[in-house]
């Protein structure tokens, strides 16, 4: 599971509880992939900012999550930031502030809470067999609909809707993009498309293609062992013939780019790939809506 991970992490030593402690949502950086690549990470400031942790309410629990969103602005757009296995550390809560930056509400929730702490793990086959396995795609959607509901209690336009992942999180705006009927658009960085299915995990992105409900942009790496163009080739002959909103999707595949190509705290970062992707990016959630 997740080989695309394993592919590109560089050598690790294994990290405690006691080793690394974060104090928030979106402070520090995910054991598993320490040390930090400092020279290529990108820091956003929280200028013009309401930006931090908050807590959402999911029935009786609450989950915390990373907000940021323009200051003394209503009815912004709404983006939701999946992250990576990693859970949501600095660089998912950067681009979280990247996208109110660009004058959207973005939250970015913390999807394996309740399985565990997934910056805690210093040892991914643990990570993943602990925590990544046993979070459940229901229990992920439930809890993307409770972030929804939750922004437009905020004063967002919940109804101008996009999301973004990368990694684990692409695979997961493939399902949302079948699951939420107030979708606008998505866009998925290097998620999976085809791979083993469980009870926790039952469809693959690519049995969902006669159900997308948004038009999805993928953007992918040429070079990702994890995520082989042939799977790519695969879903896009699928989406051509799926649901209206599938025949609106497509790819753009960066040639030289492997795994995480956007991760700029990792070696895996490609520059200049990684801002193209981004342009890409805020060009389809805009000509799909969601601005």
């Known amino acids: 599971m997740l080989q695309e991970e394993l592919d590109c992490l560089v050598p690790h030593r294994e990290f405690s509880r006691r080793d690394f402690m974060r104090t928030s949502v979106g402070s520090g950086f995910a054991a598993a992939v320490l040390p930090v690549v400092a020279q290529t990470t990108i820091k956003t400031d929280t200028t013009g900012l309401l930006a931090g942790e908050v807590s959402i309410p999911v029935g009786n629990f609450k989950m915390p999550a990373y907000r940021a969103a323009p200051l003394n602005k209503r009815n912004a757009p709404v983006v939701l930031v999946i992250s990576e296995i990693f859970g949501v550390h600095e660089h998912i809560a950067d681009v979280a502030r990247r996208f109110a930056k660009q004058g959207y509400f973005a939250v970015a929730p913390e999807l394996f809470v309740r399985q565990g702490d997934a910056q805690s793990y210093g040892e ?13 795609d229901t229990q992920v959607i439930g809890d993307l609909d409770a972030t929804v509901a939750w922004a437009a209690q905020q004063g967002a336009a ?3 809707l996009g999301i973004t992942g990368f990694c ?3 695979r997961i705006v493939w399902l949302y993009a079948a699951h939420s009927p ?3 658009a998505g866009v998925a ?4 498309l085809l791979g083993d299915i469980s009870p926790v995990n039952p469809k693959r ?3 969902l293609v006669g159900s997308l409900k948004a038009p999805v942009l993928g953007l992918y790496g040429g070079q ?7 799977s790519v080739a695969a879903m896009q002959e699928a989406l051509a013939t799926g649901s209206p909103a599938a025949r609106r999707s497509k790819f753009v595949v ?3 780019a492997p795994h995480a190509f956007h991760a700029d705290y990792r070696p895996s970062y490609r520059k200049a790939d990684a801002e193209e992707g981004w342009t890409l990016a805020l060009d389809w959630f805009k000509s799909h809506g969601v601005a």
Do not use: H, M, N
Not at 124 to 129: D, E, G, H, T, V
Not at 189 to 192: K, S, T, V
């Open 205 to 207: 992105a690519i049995d």
């Open 254 to 256: 960066f040639p030289g």
């Open 182 to 184: 107030a979708l606008k």
């Open 224 to 230: 990702d062992p994890g995520i082989p163009l042939a």
């Open 124 to 136: 991914i086959s643990k990570l993943i067999a602990e925590v990544v396995s046993k979070t459940s």
């Open 168 to 170: 684990w999180g692409g």
């Open 158 to 160: 919940a109804q101008r």
């Open 189 to 192: 960085w290097y998620g999976r």
